[in-house]
C-alpha cells in the first residue's frame, strides 16, 4: 500500500494525473479511510479541470496534514466539491489557507517576509532575524524563484542550494531549479 501511495505522490508531482488517480485507487482499495489517497484521488480529478490549483491545494496539504488540530482534507474536499467556485475564490481560500498553516508552523507568509525586509533594509539582515526560529511559507512558484535569487545574492549559497534540491524532487522537470543547481554547484 505504501508503495502505491508513493508512487501516486510521484505521479501526482510529475503532472501524471490519470496514473496518480489510478494508484490512488489501489490504496483505497485496500485502505478506504486513508485520507491521503482520498485527498489525491479527488486532487488528481480536478487537476483535470483546474491543474495550478490542484498542484497548490496538494502542496497545501502536504504541509497542513500533519498539523495539530488539522481539518486540511475537509477543506481540500469542500473546495473540489463546490463545482460552482471561481478561479478568484479558490485563490482567496488558498490564501486563507497559507496564513493558517503559518500560524501553526511558527511562520511567516512570504508576502509579510518581504514587508519584513523592507523594515529591516534589506533581505540579509531581516533573513538573519528569523532564519533559526521561523519558517518562511511560500507557495507560489515565482515567489519560490525570487527567495532562491535573494539567498544566492545574499551569500546564503549553501541554503539556496539545499532549496533547489528539495525542489528538483518535487519538480524535476523544472528548467529553472535544474539551471541554478548546476550554477551552484560549479560554485
Same mark, same amino acid.
Not at 496514473?19 to 482499495?29: D, G, I, M, Q, R
Not at 551569500?155 to 533547489?164: E, G, I, R
Given at each position: 500500500m505504501l508503495k502505491y501511495k508513493e508512487l501516486a505522490n510521484s505521479n501526482f508531482f510529475n503532472r501524471?494525473?490519470?496514473?496518480?488517480?489510478?494508484?490512488?485507487?489501489?490504496?483505497?482499495? $485496500?485502505?478506504?479511510? !486513508?485520507?491521503?489517497?482520498?485527498?489525491? +484521488?479527488?486532487? &488528481? /480529478?480536478?487537476?483535470?479541470?483546474?491543474?495550478?490549483?490542484?498542484?497548490?491545494?496538494?502542496e497545501h496539504y502536504e504541509r497542513a496534514k500533519d498539523l495539530e $488540530?488539522?481539518?486540511? !482534507?475537509?477543506?481540500?474536499?469542500?473546495? +473540489?466539491?463546490? &463545482? /460552482?467556485?471561481?478561479?478568484?475564490?479558490?485563490?482567496e481560500l488558498l490564501d486563507n489557507l497559507e496564513e493558517n498553516i503559518a500560524t501553526f508552523e511558527d511562520g511567516i507568509i512570504y508576502e509579510d517576509f518581504l514587508d519584513l525586509m523592507q523594515a529591516k533594509g534589506g533581505f540579509k539582515k531581516a533573513f538573519e532575524d528569523i532564519?533559526?526560529?521561523?519558517?518562511?511559507?511560500?507557495?507560489?512558484?515565482?515567489?519560490?524563484?525570487?527567495?532562491?535569487?535573494?539567498?544566492?545574492?545574499?551569500?546564503?549559497?549553501?541554503?539556496?542550494?539545499?532549496?533547489?534540491?528539495?525542489?528538483?524532487l518535487y519538480y524535476p522537470s523544472e528548467l529553472f531549479f535544474q539551471k541554478t543547481l548546476k550554477q551552484l554547484e560549479h560554485k
Open positions: 501524471e494525473y490519470k496514473k496518480a488517480l489510478f494508484n490512488y485507487s489501489l490504496v483505497l482499495e $485496500d485502505a478506504p479511510y !486513508d485520507k491521503d489517497a482520498r485527498v489525491g +484521488v479527488l486532487l &488528481s /480529478d480536478f487537476a483535470s479541470e483546474k491543474e495550478d490549483e490542484a498542484v497548490l491545494l496538494f $488540530d488539522s481539518t486540511i !482534507d475537509e477543506v481540500i474536499e469542500e473546495i +473540489v466539491n463546490s &463545482s /460552482d467556485l471561481d478561479d478568484d475564490y479558490i485563490f532564519m533559526f526560529s521561523t519558517k518562511i511559507i511560500i507557495h507560489k512558484r515565482e515567489d519560490f524563484i525570487d527567495f532562491v535569487n535573494l539567498l544566492i545574492e545574499n551569500d546564503f549559497k549553501d541554503m539556496a542550494l539545499n532549496y533547489v534540491e528539495n525542489a528538483l
